[in-house]
Structure formats: C-alpha cells, structure tokens
C-alpha cells in the first residue's frame, strides 16, 4: 500500500486547509473526501443531505475513504467528519501509513464554521450541534489516531509542521 496520512477530526478542525499544505510539502497529492463525494454525485454535501439523505452521505463517505486508501501514490487524505462512525472506516484506517487528528475544541470549532451555512449537521445551532457531535466523536477519533495535533491557537502551517515533526514522513520531503 502507498504511503497515506489521513487527517480526521470535526468540521472546522482545519482538515481541508492543513491537507492541502501537508500534501504541497510533502510533493504528494491531496485527496478530500467531501469533494470526492461531490464529485461523484454531482450534489454538495448539503444537496446530498436534502435530497438523498445522510445515509446515503455516509455510503458516499465511506465508498470514497476507502478508494482514497487503495488508490496509487502517496497521498494526505482530508477524511469528512463523521467517517469515524462506521465501524468498516475505523478499520479502514487502520490501514494508512498515520492517521492524525486535528483536535479543537467545540468553541473554536463553532468560531470556525460561523452559522454553519451548508454544512447540513449544524442548520438551527452550530455551537450546541458541534458540541454535541463532538462528544459522540472524541472517543472514536482517539480510538483510530496516531498522532493528535490541538489546532485551536496554531496556523495551519504550524500544524504541518507539528505533523512532520510527530512523524517519519519529514524525512519524505524533497
């Protein structure tokens, strides 16, 4: 299997923005799963969510993790938020050279996101709606994490670098 790093953690942790500089510093591609499944189904998350439903996000979800882990090459793999739910990703993961999880607080997590407009999850309260999720998701995010990075005062830059440096994949960079 190729090298992965997968980032997981809740919406709003950074996940997209520190996978994007994490894949630019390593010269390896970036894969994020929430435009992977907008891209085969041709609706946003949030379409997605209306139209079909969250099951059938999930299906998405999980249908892509696991293409992104068996594809060619390295890469660093934005995984969506709620991957870690289902017991088949949390195995899946298993498989990827480090998986981190960027943690943050509920509190910066709701700084981040604002009034939630398209994430589906947070419609009528995205402070209490990211508490709550996050509760239910800590334990399962520290069950599949190798490396844990608290990203609520950090830049995405230290962040990577906090990633390099927990990791051998510092050794990897050009």
């Known amino acids: 299997m190729a090298d992965r790093v ?12 520190v996978g994007r500089e994490l894949a630019a510093r ?28 969250e099951d059938a996000f999930r299906t998405e979800e999980s249908r892509v993790l696991a293409e992104s882990l068996a594809s060619d090459g390295p890469a660093v793999v ?7 739910l289902a017991p088949a990703n949390r195995a899946l993961l298993a498989t990827a050279r480090a ?9 910066t997590l ?9 994430r589906p999850l947070l419609q009528d309260d995205p402070a209490g709606a990211l508490a709550d999720l996050d509760a239910v998701r800590r334990p399962l995010y520290g069950e599949v994490a190798d490396v844990i990075v608290d990203v609520d005062d950090l830049d995405s830059s230290t962040v990577v670098d906090r990633i390099l440096a ?9």
Do not use: C, Q, Y
Request: charged share 15%; net charge neutral.
């Open 99 to 107: 998986v981190v999880w960027l943690r943050a607080e509920p509190t």
């Open 78 to 84: 934005s995984a969506a938020g709620g991957a870690v």
């Open 110 to 118: 709701a700084a981040r996101v604002g009034s939630g407009e398209g």
């Open 166 to 174: 927990a990791t051998a994949f510092a050794r990897s960079i050009p």
């Open 6 to 17: 997968v980032l997981v953690g809740m919406m709003g942790a950074g996940k997209t923005t």
């Open 26 to 53: 390593l010269g390896w591609r970036f894969l994020d799963s929430d435009a992977l499944v907008e891209a085969a189904t041709g609706s946003t998350v949030a379409e997605l969510f209306t139209t079909r439903g």
